[in-house]
Nanobody, 124 residues
Framework: QVPLVTSGGGLVQTGGSLKLSCASPGGTLNIYTISWFRQAPGKDRVFVAGIARVTDTTLYTNDVEGRFSISRTSGKRTVTLEMNSLKAEDTATYYC?????????????????WGPGAQVTVSS
């Protein structure tokens, strides 16, 4: 397991942009596949986007394809999720998660490290 911290998020109007960051205190994340999940009130936690270790291959859920972008930044010490053209249905608590495999699982059960949630609220 690896300790994760998240930052960013907040309140924005429909069509606006926000950024979330995931980092590990005192370490780098480039040896981990990192994904973002989100959980809306009363709903299950679902996969949003992921970036694979080694190849930096990315994967997005259809709901955010073309609007969100995941990347490694700050010398691969952080993973950033840039969210553009935000919609009300993007409102949720967002979590970053890590695991050591090279694939990008979309099931939360595959991840053994989780950061604290970051709230994203999109007002219409």
């Amino acid at each position: 397991q690896v300790p994760l911290v998240t930052s960013g998020g907040g309140l924005v109007q429909t069509g606006g942009s926000l950024k979330l960051s995931c980092a590990s205190p005192g370490g780098t994340l480039n040896i981990y596949t990192i994904s973002w999940f989100r959980q809306a009130p009363g709903k299950d936690r679902v996969f949003v986007a992921g970036i694979a270790r080694v190849t930096d291959t990315t994967l997005y859920t259809n709901d955010v394809e073309g609007r969100f972008s995941i990347s490694r930044t700050s010398g691969k010490r952080t993973v950033t999720l840039e969210m553009n053209s935000l919609k009300a249905e993007d409102t949720a608590t967002y979590y970053c998660a890590a695991h050591r495999a090279e694939l990008i699982p979309t099931s939360q059960a595959s991840y053994n490290s989780w950061g604290p949630g970051a709230q994203v609220t999109v007002s219409s």
